[in-house]
Structures are given as C-alpha cells and as structure tokens.
C-alpha cells in the first residue's frame, strides 16, 4: 500500500486544525488547479519509474520526461506550499482528492488501451506505426485526459 502524499497529509492537519482557528481566504482557482496538479505529478512519477532498479532500463526519454515531471512539481509546490497556512483547506483537499481520482482513472483508462492494441505490437512482422497510432487514439478518447494535461504546462502559475 502507498503511503498518503506529502500535500494530502498537510491538507488533512491544516483542515482538522481549522476547526478551531480563524477563518481563512478561500482557494483561488490557481490554488486548486496547482493543489490538483500536485496530484496529478505525484502519480505521473509513480507510473514513470515505479520502482527505481528499473529506472536503468527504461528508455532516456523516460528521463527526461520524469524530470521535466519534477521540475513542474517543485515549482507547483514553490507555488502552493508557503500559502497553504492562510487558505481554507477543504477546497485544496478536494481538488487534491479529485487530481488523485482522476490519476487513478486515467492509469485504468491507459491500461485497457495497451491491451486493445496489443496485438499490433505483436505482429509479423511488428507494425509499431499502427501499435502507436493505436495507443494515441485510444488514450485521446480519455475524457480526464483534457483536464489533466493542464498539469503538463504551467503558464497559468504567477511565477
């Protein structure tokens, strides 16, 4: 079992805590869509390089995806993190829970479309090209995948 995210454990305290604190600033849009996003890259590392022994045998351009990834990820928490004590938490925890959920569901959606296609990849002789094509189009149809490949730039943070 994986162990709760950095965010979501200080999501969770900041909220038990609030009970009895003063009231605070409701989350901007940018807030949640950052608390969200933080999710998100969390998995997308997870799904990357699950287990480090294999990260050598992955392709460099898992590398170099994970740390263009990482990058995106300290700079959502450079964002977020010194804001998170003025800001009323139930709406962090949310979107927080719902980047999660939909992680979950895209991983799902992603593991179906490798078995669709699978039987392209072992073609004689293999046809990548329609293996490819196949994956894209079936990961294309993910109605999450909109929403959360506005985690994969991030113009709409301040800084």
Not at 18 to 25: E, G, L, M, V, Y
Not at 56 to 84: G, H, V
């Amino acid at each position: 079992m994986r162990s709760p995210p950095i965010l979501w454990l200080l999501l969770s305290s900041l909220l038990l805590w609030s009970s009895h604190a003063p009231a605070r600033d409701l989350p901007s849009q940018v807030d949640l869509r950052a608390a969200y996003c933080v999710a998100v890259m969390q998995a997308m590392l997870r799904w990357i390089a699950p287990d480090p022994a294999t990260a050598p045998q992955r392709p460099d351009r898992f590398t170099q995806e994970r740390a263009e990834i990482e990058a995106n990820l300290r700079r959502l928490q450079r964002y977020l993190l010194p804001r998170l004590p003025s800001l009323a938490p139930s709406g962090l925890l949310a979107a927080t829970q719902q980047g999660e959920e939909d992680a979950t569901h895209r991983e799902a959606w992603a593991n179906r479309c490798a078995m669709r296609c699978v039987s392209l990849k072992h073609l004689e002789p293999p046809d990548a090209k329609k293996y490819v094509g196949c994956l894209r189009s079936c990961n294309d149809g993910d109605p999450i995948l909109p929403r959360m490949r506005q985690c994969e730039s991030l113009p709409w943070l301040p800084f």
